[in-house]
């Protein structure tokens, strides 16, 4: 439930932000007038609700808890003011002779009680906190990664969004906590003051209103700077994922080689340096503003308070109160000043917690592409797969990466693909899988566009390796089972796909075999060479037992060349009733496939076997010979 409410918010997100985004310098302080920072400041707040609610979803036991001992804790400092009251009138009176020493000793025994139990009760806080921060960090994070879950390929190759992820991931899993907490607080805070103000009254109704109003210049000056804090934490999100990026690669082993063999390292680490003088500029300006500002105007608290400190005091020298109410006046007056400071806190805590938790919901709203489709056949099984005048543009370009590009795969046919970097040999094979759909034309499988295809069942049918596949720093096994989630963990299954990608011997010579850890990351780890980790994705490729197109995209380029060739001889063999589609820059390889298409600029400029397009002397036969030429 809290999950909807949040999701059906995070659409309005960028309207509450909409003064940082907009602003002349891309986001860097501005200056709104007074009543846009009035709506802004009260827009936010629609966030609370949701924090509440997902606190509420989490644990509601946990949230009653938290609830019910703010409330006493609420209330118990204006009863251990009152108690006070009694326990100085009791000990003038002792003094005078006029009463008992022991009522005095009784009204202390009180109080201790009183104390001992906000002690316990604000401990009692504490541990609700650290739990529900726990349990809500743990939420929140999920809920980002589910999400993930749900978005297209191109938000992950989007640099504004990967800005709104990482403001999502810097802030928001703590956020919704600290709102809570701030809530809670200003609850408590509340209470005590509506008790202080209830005692306040028997001296004068105008000192309650001072209490009130003590706090108010250091509150709006709190609720200005938070404004600035968090359009300048908007600004630089760029930097900050600039700065995340240049840790990675100066502190991970897969970078280790070349930042040492280049000397990157100093170079890189004085970049890292430069960015962080300019972040801590604009840090130190708004922390000195902000403290000499909040300083400034915290003295006006304190001049109310010692204003009503003499005013106390003239009374109770002029008779009209007893020094016992005269202390515990003077104790409301400073323990409510504490309150009206830490509510007011609270609020623009609160304010500037609803405005970091806008980075979250806008994350959460981004909009997802659905998939529609709900086919698990086509209308003509075995027709295979057919590009249409498919045509394709990424977001933001200007140009089509492919353009009529018109094929026909048939079960039983190898297809190479061949052409620079860059011709769209890679951008097809993202089209054929589904991860981008095209901008004009259409794939169909079996006769059925790709479109109407269930997403599940077109992914089980497909079998794929991209160049830059991933190596999982997990067991040997699994790294094979990843191929295959409804068969993670099925060792019979791992043997059978190592077995048909080749990787079955050198795993039998790990330390564990298949429990073997990979990767250098966790203990015992051993590392693969290139040339093992693509046959580890190879065997990855062939877990879906089921999968009748087999996408091999680059497969082999840390292969020597007769180990190519024989993983490719291996390969036809195993593909004989399925569809293959090969990518590779080795000729040698390529001319065993049934079909060839050469690829220019994104289009079609040559298709045919091997030997009529060496008969046609195109672009292909030069290509293939002056790669001959370099083996002779």
């Not at 600039?242 to 680490?269: I, S």
């Not at 994350?363 to 997802?368: A, F, K, N, R, T």
């Not at 190479?416 to 259409?442: C, D, W």
């Not at 569809?579 to 289009?603: N, P």
Request: hydrophobic fraction near 45%; glycine fraction near 10%; charged fraction near 20%.
């Amino acid at each position: 439930m809290a999950q909807r409410t949040m999701t059906s918010e995070a659409g309005a997100a960028g309207a509450a932000t909409a003064a940082a985004s907009n602003s002349p310098h891309g986001g860097r302080l501005s200056r709104p007038g007074s009543e846009t920072r009035l709506r802004s400041f009260l827009g936010v707040f629609k966030y609370s609700r949701a924090a509440l609610s997902l606190v509420w979803t989490t644990s509601r036991g946990l949230t009653v808890c938290l609830a019910t001992l703010t409330a006493v804790a609420g209330v118990i400092p204006a009863i251990a003011a009152y108690v006070g009251r009694w326990i100085v009138d009791a000990v003038v009176e002792a003094a005078q002779g006029s009463g008992d020493p022991a009522q005095a000793l009784r009204f202390v025994a009180i109080e201790a009680v009183l104390i001992v139990a906000l002690v316990g009760v604000q401990r009692g806080i504490s541990v609700c906190q650290s739990l529900l921060r726990a349990l809500l960090g743990q939420r929140v994070n999920v809920m980002i990664l589910e999400k993930a879950l749900t978005l297209d390929l191109a938000h992950y190759e989007d640099s504004e969004f990967y800005d709104k992820l990482t403001r999502a991931r810097r802030e928001a899993s703590s956020r919704p906590l600290s709102l809570v907490n701030r809530t809670f607080a200003l609850v408590q805070n509340a209470i005590s003051l509506v008790a202080f103000a209830a005692l306040l009254v028997g001296f004068s109704p105008w000192a309650a209103l001072i209490l009130a109003l003590a706090g108010l210049p250091s509150f709006i000056a709190e609720a200005k700077f938070s404004g600035d804090a968090f359009r300048l934490f908007r600004w630089r999100s760029p930097e900050t994922r600039m700065q995340m990026y240049l840790e990675t690669v100066l502190a991970r082993e897969d970078h280790a080689k070349e930042v040492k063999l280049y000397q990157l390292g100093e170079l890189f680490l004085d970049r890292y340096r430069k960015i962080f003088e300019t972040l801590y500029a604009e840090d130190r300006s708004l922390t000195l503003r902000r403290g000499l500002w909040g300083y400034l105007l915290g003295l006006c608290g304190t001049a109310a308070y010692y204003g009503a400190y003499g005013w106390v005091a003239m009374s109770a020298a002029a008779g009209a109160i007893t020094l016992g109410a005269m202390t515990m006046y003077l104790l409301l007056f400073r323990q409510g000043q504490s309150a009206v400071a830490a509510s007011l806190s609270s609020i623009g805590g609160m304010y500037e917690d609803n405005l970091y938790l806008s980075t979250l919901y806008e994350y959460l709203g981004q909009e997802v592409t659905r998939s529609t489709g709900s086919a698990t056949a086509g209308p003509l099984p075995g027709d295979g797969v057919r590009f249409e005048d498919v045509s394709f543009t990424y977001p933001g370009a200007t140009t089509p990466a492919i353009e009529g590009i018109t094929l026909h795969l048939r079960p039983g046919q190898t297809l190479a693909l061949v052409g620079e970097n860059g011709s769209g040999k890679t951008t097809l094979i993202k089209l054929l899988t589904r991860l981008y759909a095209p901008t004009s034309g259409r794939i169909l499988l079996d006769g059925l566009d790709l479109a109407a295809w269930e997403e599940e069942a077109l992914r089980r049918r497909t079998g794929v390796i991209f160049q830059d596949f991933a190596r999982y720093q997990l067991m040997a096994g699994e790294n094979i089972g990843a191929g295959d989630v409804t068969h993670f963990s099925d060792e019979a299954r791992w043997r059978e796909a190592a077995r048909e990608g080749m990787a079955e011997t050198f795993i039998a010579e790990l330390p564990q075999g298949y429990q073997t850890q990979l990767g250098r990351w966790f203990k015992d780890g051993r590392e693969l060479s290139g040339g093992q980790w693509q046959k580890i994705a190879l065997a990855r490729a062939f877990m879906r037992d089921g999968a009748d197109l087999l996408v091999l995209d680059e497969p082999t380029a840390a292969m020597d060349a007769e180990a190519e060739a024989q993983v490719f001889e291996h390969v036809r063999g195993l593909t004989r009733d399925r569809m293959a589609i090969v990518i590779s820059h080795r000729f040698s390889t390529v001319r065993m496939a049934d079909y060839i298409i050469v690829l220019h600029g994104g289009r079609i400029t040559e298709e045919g076997p091997h030997e009529a397009l060496m008969a046609r002397e195109g672009r292909y036969a030069r290509l293939f010979t002056l790669q001959a030429q370099g083996y002779r």
